[in-house]
């Protein structure tokens, strides 16, 4: 990523940084959220340690899960209309 700004904010948990966009990659390598300052999240750090990561994959799953649950919704009201719409064209050819 090109970094425009020359100053940047950096976060991980509770540790929040300002930095240079010379440094800005070296803490992105080191985990850290990279933030505009005035608070505009820019790029995300990928989580290096396991419990961040089986949280992140645990959130995943059930958002997965729930987006499932909503997608199989959305076809059978779909497939109810659809039925619909033959019965009633049957009806009024008839």
């Known amino acids: 990523?090109?970094?425009?700004?020359?100053t940047y904010k950096v976060k991980r948990g509770n540790v929040s940084l300002k930095v240079s966009k010379n440094e800005?990659?070296?803490?992105?390598d080191m985990g850290?959220?990279?933030?505009?300052?005035d608070g505009?999240?820019?790029k995300?750090?990928?989580?290096?340690d396991v419990p961040t990561l089986q949280k992140a994959?645990?959130?995943?799953e059930k958002r997965i899960a729930k987006l499932e649950a909503e997608i199989a919704s959305?076809?059978?009201?779909?497939?109810k209309k659809a039925t619909?719409?033959?019965?009633?064209?049957?009806?009024d050819e008839e």
């Open 1 to 6: 990523m090109q970094w425009i700004e020359d």
């Open 24 to 28: 800005v990659n070296k803490y992105f």
């Open 32 to 37: 850290y959220d990279i933030y505009s300052l």
């Open 40 to 42: 505009k999240l820019l």
């Open 44 to 48: 995300r750090a990928v989580p290096k």
């Open 57 to 60: 994959f645990l959130d995943s």
């Open 74 to 79: 959305l076809k059978e009201q779909l497939n």
């Open 84 to 91: 619909t719409r033959k019965t009633t064209k049957k009806t």
